[in-house]
């Protein structure tokens, strides 16, 4: 069966690594996709496990196709029955075109939804197809003319772990403070410092990461709701990755100088509470007597928080933990393009991360 999982553009080395470590063998990864083969039943796995996807597709066919009666052709090729139901929903949530003879997508998705039915309809010998049980759905890609259909294994983004139930003003994606945590190469035998913590996103993803937590244990996924959903196997899959978690003791601690941020930090950090050390000080009053660890922060950004020159009055304040803590490792993201300038050194290595509408930098310092 062959996969793609998707991520924030950027996430694309972070991902591939994760899923090599899962011993899959990567055939592509470019534009926020990761493409890779596996068995039947590894995507109960792979949503469980992945820190760094946003979701996990199926690829389930691709053709060339320049006109609407190939569009219909290639569906009608593809086996359906082997994905779905005769009664399940249907729904072709989004078309993207590139450079290609087809691109209205509204006729698109018609056509494609009409052709699964037809073809359904066939399959399973019936005349009319009911829309009953379990979800469905589909995204088309039509790149040069190459038409890639998949279906999505995940339902909510995978960045939804199901522990933030409050949120700061600016919450960092999840499965971003999970790609800055793995970049950076943090292990859980070391100190890790969040000084701008705000509702604890990154403290709890090194929290989750340190005592090899998957993350996805506390949510579900669309894929529950078909109708080959096999439960005994994902519940074996879920006590495995249970078994696996290692519980032991972390030195996480999370800032915020704002003490309902602290408040919420530790509600959202729940069973974890007890892994992380939240506490409520200005950044300049930190006071941890370490000589090595990592700093992994998402301090305020200026465009959304406050004004920009704030923002930057702040960076260069941040100077203060550079010369406390000289021999920490450095990861800090924000949205702001010439961060470095203002806090006074030249990162290692600048990442871009594009997230939706908005583009963000992981200024790295080893
Ligand atoms: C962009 S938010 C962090 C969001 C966080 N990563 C999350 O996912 O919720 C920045 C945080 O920095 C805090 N902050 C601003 N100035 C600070 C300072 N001087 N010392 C400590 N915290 C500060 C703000 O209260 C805010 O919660």
Redesign the pocket.
């Known amino acids: 069966m062959n996969y793609i999982a998707l991520c924030s553009l950027g996430l694309e080395k972070v991902l591939s690594n994760e899923l090599k470590k899962l011993n899959y063998s990567i055939t592509n990864a470019n534009e926020g996709m990761v493409e890779f083969s596996g068995s039947d039943y590894d995507y109960y796995d792979l949503n469980l496990r992945l820190r760094t996807a946003e979701r996990v597709y199926i690829k389930i066919a691709e053709f060339y196709s320049e006109t609407f009666d190939e569009l219909f052709d290639g569906i009608n090729n593809i086996e359906l029955s082997y994905y779905l139901p005769k009664n399940g929903k249907i729904i072709i949530e989004k078309v993207r075109t590139v450079k290609s003879a087809l691109y209205n997508q509204s006729v698109i998705q018609s056509i494609v939804k009409k052709a699964m039915i037809e073809k359904l309809k066939k399959e399973y010998k019936i005349n009319t197809y009911n829309e009953e049980k379990g979800i469905y759905k589909f995204r088309v890609y039509i790149k040069r003319n190459k038409v890639t259909i998949v279906l999505d294994t995940t339902g909510e983004g995978l960045h939804k772990r199901g522990y ?1 139930k409050l ?7 999840e499965t971003i ?1 999970a790609a800055m945590i793995l970049m950076a190469g943090w292990k859980r035998k070391h100190v890790l410092i ?9 403290p709890i993803e090194a929290a989750l990461y340190g005592l090899n937590m998957a993350p996805g244990l506390k949510r579900n996924f669309i894929f529950e709701t078909w109708h080959n959903f096999n439960s005994e196997k994902f519940e074996s899959y879920k006590k495995k990755a249970f078994s696996e978690i290692k519980y032991s003791e972390l030195k996480i601690y999370g ?4 003490f309902k ?1 602290i408040e ?2 530790n509600k959202n950090a729940g069973n974890l509470e007890k892994y992380i050390h939240f506490e409520k ?4 009053s930190i006071n941890l007597d370490y000589e090595e660890g990592y700093i992994i ?5 200026g465009d ?2 406050g004004d920009k020159k704030h923002a930057e009055k ?1 960076y260069e ?1 941040m100077r203060y933990l550079k010369r406390k803590y000289t021999k920490f490792n450095y990861s800090v ?2 949205s702001h393009e010439k961060f470095e300038d203002f806090f006074g050194y030249k990162a290692d290595k600048k990442k871009k991360i594009i997230n939706g509408k908005q583009t963000l930098y992981i200024y790295e310092y080893k």
Do not use: H
């Open positions: 933030r949120v700061s003003e600016a919450p960092l994606r403070a969040d000084p701008f913590c705000g509702s604890g996103t990154i800032f915020d100088k704002d941020m919420i930090a000080s200005n950044m300049e922060t998402n301090p305020p950004y959304r928080l702040l304040q993201v924000t």
